[in-house]
């Protein structure tokens, strides 16, 4: 049986990225805006973190307008779900085995 | 993330930040008013002809769940969070209406309107309580067993007026819990 860290996602595995993931598997889809302000990031921050999701395959990002208002939604891609659903259980796991 | 103490709050706070998604995208005082609104309107229509309620009943509840749909578009918009309600309501309106006619029209045959009632309210309540799980809401699976409830008592004491009575004991529950929830609903 292997140990619960080699089923750790890197990409995933970073806190602010894990949290990202978190809102957006309880939503269709969120904005930046609300991103930024629940999970108490930067702009640039959650820009970097958000583009490394997205290279992962991980998130969708669409930039619209909404009025003349420029918008960015971004959407947990089937990858990022699982993703996410994988680490949750390796995190458990890892708390159960020193439990 | 070095320690097991780390793990164990890093799956705390993912449980928070979650939470917080989740108020983000809860809003259950509109549909709760709404369909209380319509449910007293039809006590009124079955004041003047009993005969007119279901007719009534088809077109508000169509009514009502466009109205829902456009509100959760219209919130997910301003608060910055979209949730599936639009789906998740289809799926609800698909599975219960004719739930409703099936259930209400065997009863009836079986044990006559006061039965029908009592299976109307049942499908009802059911209905109430598949919103509270999506919606994580004790408030809206306790109106779902209170619409349940207030349906089969009405009709096992098969009062007159039963009809009017019925829809509107139902109304006014939905809608003094819908202004409750509004009350109580956090600002995101």
């Known amino acids: 049986m292997s140990h619960p860290t080699t089923e750790l996602d890197d990409v995933v595995h970073q806190r602010a990225r894990l949290g990202i993931l978190a809102v957006l598997v309880e939503a269709d889809r969120a904005d930046f805006n609300f991103l930024r302000t629940t999970l108490s990031l930067t702009d640039g921050n959650l820009s970097r973190h958000l583009q490394v999701l997205e290279e992962a395959g991980c998130v969708e990002i669409r930039k619209v307008f909404e009025g003349k208002r420029p918008r960015t939604w971004l959407k947990a891609t089937k990858r990022g779900r699982d993703a996410f659903a994988r680490e949750l259980e390796a995190l458990r796991a890892l708390v159960d085995a020193h439990s | ?188």
């Open chain 2, 1 to 188: 993330m070095n320690s097991i103490d780390d793990v164990s709050t890093t799956l705390a706070e993912i449980e928070q930040i979650r939470e917080r998604a989740r108020t983000g995208l809860r809003s259950i005082w509109y549909p709760l008013v709404l369909f209380g609104a319509a449910s007293l309107g039809a006590a009124g229509v079955a004041g003047l002809d009993a005969r007119w309620v279901s007719a009534y009943w088809l077109a508000a509840w169509v009514a009502c769940f466009v109205a829902v749909g456009r509100y959760y578009a219209a919130r997910g918009r301003r608060v910055g969070i979209h949730g599936d309600p639009g789906r998740r309501y289809l799926r609800l309106w698909l599975w219960s209406l004719p739930a409703l006619f099936v259930v209400g029209s065997v009863a009836a045959t079986l044990g006559g309107t006061p039965a029908a009632f009592a299976a109307v309210a049942g499908v009802v309540g059911a209905s109430y309580l598949m919103i509270a799980r999506w919606e994580h809401s004790a408030l809206m699976a306790g109106l779902g067993l209170v619409v349940a409830a207030t349906g089969a008592v009405l009709a096992a004491t098969d009062p007159a007026h039963l009809v009017a009575l019925d829809n509107l004991c139902i109304g006014a529950v939905l809608v003094v819990g819908g202004l409750y929830a509004l009350s109580r609903e956090a600002t995101p």
